[in-house]
Every structure is written in structure tokens, then in C-alpha cells.
């Protein structure tokens, strides 16, 4: 069966960096767009980034463009997000998705949280 399961969320302070990370397994992982989403509490979980299955295209939400790196291992069924210059309003559980044929497919989310 599908598994996505997320990695690396924390807290950190307002400038700093994470790097999440997203093991993906029961699916031929090369053959498919990964995304991350966000949900902070009382919002809709909203796309933050986007990589297609060969690496070499990505799509960034306005708010993160510039401050956020989408990336992925085919070799290793990975898809990760660097996190830098965090903002306090990056705070929410980060969720990684695969939409495989007319199915959504998301991990557990790991949670995110920019405070002083």
C-alpha cells in the first residue's frame, strides 16, 4: 500500500531553517509529482510546493518563493523541503502528497511551528 511518512518539523526561531524530509513507498515513486501542503490551525491545507517526476520542474506558492526548496531522490524515494528564513506565519503541520491516478495520498503531517 501507499506510505508517506514525514520527517524533520520542529520548532525553531523566526530566520532559521528546517529541512523535511518524505519516505515514500508502494508506488513507482519516479513516475509521479510530489507536493507539499500546509495547514495551520483554522486554515485550509494549501500547496506550498510542487517538484515533477523527473526533478527538473517545480512550482512554489507566492509566500515561499525564494525562502523554500522543493526537491526529490529517485533513487531513494524522497522528496524533501528546505525551510529557510522561516516566518512565524510558516507555522502549521507540513504534509507531503502524492496524487496517484484520481487518488490524494498524504502522510501523517509532521508539525512546523516558528516562534521567539
Known amino acids: 500500500q501507499v506510505q508517506l511518512v514525514e520527517s524533520g518539523g520542529g520548532l525553531v526561531q523566526p530566520g532559521g531553517s528546517l529541512r523535511l524530509s518524505c519516505a515514500a513507498s508502494g508506488f513507482i515513486f519516479s513516475r509521479y509529482a510530489m507536493s507539499w501542503y500546509c495547514q495551520a490551525p483554522g486554515k485550509e491545507r494549501e500547496l506550498v510546493a510542487r517538484?515533477?517526476?523527473?526533478?527538473?520542474?517545480?512550482y512554489y506558492a507566492d509566500s515561499v518563493k525564494g525562502r523554500f526548496t522543493i526537491s526529490r531522490d529517485n533513487a531513494k524515494n524522497m522528496v524533501y523541503l528546505q525551510m529557510n528564513n522561516l516566518k512565524p506565519e510558516d507555522s502549521a503541520v507540513y504534509y507531503c502528497?502524492?496524487?496517484?491516478?484520481?487518488?490524494?495520498?498524504w502522510g501523517q503531517g509532521t508539525q512546523v511551528t516558528v516562534s521567539s
Open positions: 517538484i515533477m517526476r523527473d526533478g527538473a520542474r517545480t
Open positions: 502528497n502524492a496524487h496517484l491516478g484520481l487518488i490524494d495520498y
